[in-house]
């Protein structure tokens, strides 16, 4: 039944929306996923709560933010296609908003587990003193991982980063002074001197370190200090933007610094502060 209703959804939007292959690949790959967590196959009992437990399970497997959104659009659209070809009753699933969303996605660190996690690498290693290194980075600054992985020895210096972004956009940010005896430790006592290569981040072969060596090394680092979140890179960049607004900074200044080209996109760590503000009233109100 799900499979059928799926070729109509797809008939559909390619004959009278016009969308590419790719397009409708990308729908169907979510759909699926989607269909994984019903526990029934009649279309008639799908819920809210199937589509939240949809998006809690991309969390869990790390999926972005912009990731899980784009998965729940796709989904939404389906319901909606249903509605209309009345094969479902109500409007389920389609008066989910964004702060729902948001209560699921991203996962934030406390400052307490960022200490922890950047204590985590031994600095008397040369893989230790790297990952010190480049998780300092992320967190003082805000990178992205691919950021990170594209930094040359001459983009940083005592105060600034020169950081390429997304569409090849050159900004400049602030780097911290902890961050910067990290990199200057790596440099100092691992880095070989004698490695061809510009990059800043290397692995044991001397080439230019990729998000994958990154992301695993962040894994077993959070493992090890029993950190049980589902946490990427871009959860040290997430906790960086929470925990600069959650202490008063211009959420204009956050989006500079982030390399957002919108300020609607920075402005989901309104939602982020606003759930901890949430919390905090519930757990310590003495009637909440």
Known sequence: MLQQVLQDFLCYLSSEK?????TLQAYARDLKGFFQVLK????????EEDVLAFAH???LKGYASSSICRMLVSVKIFLRFLYREELIKNETGLSIDAPKIWQLVPEILTFTEVEKLLLAPDLNTEIGARDRAILQVIYASGLRVSEIC???IQDFSDHTIRVIGKGKKERIVP???????AVDHYLLHYRPSNAKIEALFIN??????DRFSIWKQLKAYAKQIGIAKSISPHTLRHSFATHLLE?????????ELLGHSSIATTDRYT????KHIIEAFQNYHPRP
């Open 18 to 22: 016009g969308l590419s292959q790719h």
């Open 40 to 47: 029934q196959s009649n279309l008639q009992e799908i819920t």
């Open 57 to 59: 399970k991309l969390q």
């Open 150 to 152: 594209g930094l040359n």
């Open 175 to 181: 780097v911290a002074k902890l961050a910067v005896e």
């Open 204 to 209: 044991t072969r001397q080439k230019r370190i």
């Open 247 to 255: 202490n008063g900074a211009d959420l204009r200044v956050i989006q």
């Open 271 to 274: 939602h982020l502060s606003n």
